[in-house]
Each structure stands twice: as C-alpha cells, then as structure tokens.
C-alpha cells in the first residue's frame, strides 16, 4: 500500500496546486489556420482513426464497421467485425494498433456489446491479416467487458498503450448512470489498467482487492473520450462535462478526480452541482471549457511538418466544431495555445507517422482530413 499511500500525497499536493483550474471555455475560434485540409475519403459516422507503422490506417465507423484506408483514400473494409450495439451515442467505438505489431499484428478496439437488458462496453483483441485484394480479424477475442448490462449513453471506450507498451489503459464512461462513476465495484465512470492480455496488473493501486477494484487506476469521470501520454510520460484524459465543465485531467494511480460529486459545470435541468474548489479531496482539472468545447480524441504531436506544435496536445471539438491545440509547462499545467474553426464536429485526431495532422468529421458522411502547413 505504499504506492497508494504516495499517489494520495501527490493527488493532494496536485490539488492544492491548481486548485479549480484554467478556464478556456470563452476562447474564440482563430479566422486563419496555419495548415491545408485536404480531404481524402469519408465514412458513416466515424468514430477512431489507428496509423499501421506503413502510414495506413484503420478506422472505425459507429454503426459496425473497420475500414483499413491508404493515404491515397482507398478503403478496404475489414471482415470479422463483431455485432454491436449502434443506439444513439453507442456502437463501435476506439482502435488502437499493438505497440509489437510488427511482430503480433495485433490491434485492440472498443465497441458497444449487445446482449440481454441492454449493451455494456468490451475490449477485444485480434490479429488483422491483410492480403492484396482484402482484410480480416481473425482469433478474434473479447478479453475484457462490463457489465452488468444496461441502457444510456456516454460509453467512453478510448485505448491507449503506456510508453513501453506493457500496460494497455481503458476508459469507461458513465452511461448516463452518475453514482456509478463513485461505485468502486462497477467500472462505469473509470480509468482501466490492464495488462495486454486483459488481465489484472500485480502493481496496480488496489491490485490486492480483486474484481474491479484491482483494475481501477482512477475514478469519478463522466464521459471520457480522450486518453493519450504526453512525450514526457504523463498520462493526459479528458472528459465532457454536464452543461459547462469540459475538464482536462492529469491522470495519477489512485486518483479521484469527482464526479458527480464535483463539476466546473452544473446539471442539464439548471440545478448546480458543487464546484471542485469544495472538495479538496477530489482532483480538480488542470484545464477546464465553460462553455463547453465537447472534447473528442486526443493525440500528442511529435512529428516533423509542424516543429513548433511539439509537445503539445491536439484536441477535436464536437460542439464548438474545432481543433483545438493545448501546451503544457511541465509542471502539471496546461494552457489552451490555440483554436481553429473546422466548420464540423471533429471526432479523432491522429498523427501520421510522416508527421501529418488526421482529424475525422462526427457525421455522415463524416470526411478524413489530412492536415498539411499552410495558411487557409
């Protein structure tokens, strides 16, 4: 217990530092971007865009499917793909490639699972085999689910691999059920460790409690749709709020970060729900959007075609239909650097391995842009 007790005193101390938060809710949208966007393919309802060490990409779509797609547009639709539940905010979720895929093709994704008295949220691994002409999951396998089963929305579901690629993490929204997020048996409103296999980490913080204590790394979120390690190996979340309270988290083992308990924001019906700088026990948001931006993917910039973006954060904004760009001063906090209105909800954003800027379009048709340097 003597990781948790060390992660308590530096969520505390985290706390205290940056108390409520920066709000960047009021910013405005810049009228010229520093890049070209040139469209290369659309899809039904994006959802995630994966790059293969090749600079091909898998992408998902809600209602069911993956695309295996050339940066020329081609498309190749990849068999295999299980059923899933495609209602309202729900279906076929995140991807992420294998940090050994040039020796395990494999990759993991998230999805929707139907099943009796409603659908939950399930990872499954499986090994993408591709020929010239098509695409293919095979040993296919669910190897980790929620449950029990239910209705709502707000699935989270968004993969990522720690830097040595020995940790898989895992998002799981709320589903629309708040109390579940402060339930530590259920893993609704949760930050996963996993091991890649879907098992449980020997080194986690509750590791020794079993079920879904032993898999939590952190709690009280809401709708989490961003998850990504920074250059310098801090793990980055970010979350929507209710109405107002967008939050941007730095994620530590053990942490509480509040909700529902806690928000920079308050209820859809107008009632207000206590603000962070209430309870110091909870982990307040290093930055937060009231208004609200609807924050969706999250991708670390580390290419070459645009030096000066390096370190930093790139945002996709649903509701304020923007790329939104964050910098970070290597102490915990983080800044909001710049806005740029795309004219539709962004849904993912991905960095190819060539250093170009991916962001797919929240629509159908939704389009696969490629961002390259120049004024428009």
Sequence with gaps: MKLLAATTVWVSLLACAHGQGINAGHNQAEPTKPFVAREVASFDTPWAIAFLPDGRMLVTEKPGRI????????KTPVGNVPAVAAVSQNGLLDIAVSPHFQSDRGIYFSFSEPGPGGSSLALARATLAVSETAATLEDRQVIWRQSPKGGGGQPGGVIAFDPDGSHLFLTSG???????AQDPDQALGKVLRLNPDGSTPADNPHADEGGVRAQTWTMGHRNPYG????PDGKLWLHEMGPRGGDELNL???GGNYGWPLVSNGDNYDGTPIPRHSTR??????????????????LAFYDGRMFPQWRGSALIGGLASM???????????????ADRWDM????RDVAVAPDGALWVIEDDDPGRLLRLTPGKS
């Design 174 to 180: 709320d589903r629309m059920r708040p109390l579940t």
């Design 280 to 297: 110091p026990e909870f982990v307040p948001p290093v930055l937060y959007w009231n208004p609200v931006i609807a924050p969706a993917g």
């Design 67 to 74: 695309f295996l797609v050339t940066q020329s547009g081609r």
């Design 343 to 346: 004219g539709a909800r962004i």
């Design 251 to 253: 994620i530590e083992p």
């Design 322 to 336: 923007a790329l939104v760009r964050v910098t970070f001063d290597g102490r915990g906090g983080a800044a909001e």
């Design 227 to 230: 998850l990504a390690f920074a």
